[in-house]
């Protein structure tokens, strides 16, 4: 049962990721058509801002992440308990020694950041340190070090690069035709029916596809949420020990300190603790659901 979702995980976030790649491609042919009239550039620019904005956001310094994110390093004599259980976590895992950074906050949370694991960081609050016993810290830093070692960390950031890039092309179109640049196109082609379909799917792209992007960025964050879970219990042989701190997550309070949307998404846990209309474009699965995937394991 375990092995098998964790395999349906990784298959659901692929496709996932070649949706993305479709709607990058389609606002990109949209605008492509209304501004310049030609398809097939508009999708070779649209692909190439989303390569840029993907490898400029993966290369990103793990220091930058956690300077946005208020974290300082801490060695094994500053905070041996978490220390060695992130050792422990990443022997099992095979991964190297991330580095271990706190966050002097009193919510209960936690993320993990870098590229790859040769330069990856897990970083906890002090209220989660202060809340949670042995069983219920190896548990989510289990978690997180399967972010690690699953590359999630990766395939968010691309996620996150590519409904950015998204959500540029899609400004500079409704900019340009809000200030006329995409009426420009006056020939016999435009009564034509063919013109007329690929106009309305133009106009389309433009307006819907940041939301279609949003949403799919959603589901790879919440897929990758569903594996890290189901990973952890791998690493610790403890799903109870996960159970018990996902439960004792969904009591705490909101992170003290602003926390942006890329960021946002790398917690364990919604940093913000949105409701109403805002818990629909949650980057996790509700945790009762997170909860329910565990027990049935």
Same mark, same amino acid.
């Given at each position: ?13 692929? +496709?996932? /990721?070649?949706?993305?790649?479709? #709607?990058? @491609?389609? !606002? *990109? ?7 310049? $009239? ?121 996620? +996150?690069? /590519?409904?950015?890039?998204?959500? #540029?092309? @899609?400004? !500079? *179109? ?7 640049? $995409? ?115």
């Amino acid at each position: 049962m375990l092995y098998d979702q964790i395999a349906s995980n990784k298959r659901k976030t692929v +496709v996932l /990721l070649i949706v993305f790649f479709c #709607l990058l @491609s389609a !606002i *990109g042919a949209g605008v492509g058509y209304l501004f310049i $009239g030609n398809l097939q550039l508009g999708v070779i620019i649209a692909l190439i801002i989303g390569i840029i904005y993907a490898a400029s956001m993966i290369f990103q310094s793990t220091d930058v992440v956690m300077s946005m994110n208020n974290a300082r390093e801490v060695t094994v004599d500053q905070a041996p308990d978490l220390y060695h259980i992130v050792e422990d976590m990443a022997m099992v895992a095979q991964i190297p020694m991330p580095r271990v950074f706190i966050v002097e906050d009193a919510s209960m949370n936690a993320f993990a950041t870098g590229s790859s694991p040769e330069n990856a960081a897990v970083a906890a609050t002090t209220g989660l340190l202060a809340v949670m016993n042995r069983e219920e810290l190896e548990g989510v830093i289990g978690h997180e070090v399967s972010h690690i070692r699953n590359y999630d960390i990766r395939i968010s950031t691309i996620a +996150v690069a /590519l409904a950015s890039a998204i959500t #540029l092309i @899609s400004s !500079i *179109g409704s900019r340009m035709m809000w200030y006329g640049g $995409g009426r420009r196109r006056n020939d016999d082609r435009e009564s034509e029916g063919v013109g007329i379909l690929l106009l309305i799917f133009s106009i389309l792209s433009i307006i819907l596809a940041p939301l279609a992007a949003t949403l799919v960025q959603l589901a790879i964050s919440r897929q990758r949420e569903y594996l890290a879970d189901a990973s952890s219990v791998e690493l610790t042989r403890n799903p109870h020990g996960m159970i018990r701190a996902l439960e004792k997550l969904e009591q705490s309070s909101p992170m003290e300190h602003p926390v942006d949307d890329a960021s946002a998404a790398l917690y364990i846990n919604d940093p913000m603790k949105k409701d109403g209309f805002k818990h629909l474009f949650y980057t996790h699965p509700p945790i009762a659901d997170r909860i329910e995937r565990l027990r049935q394991m």
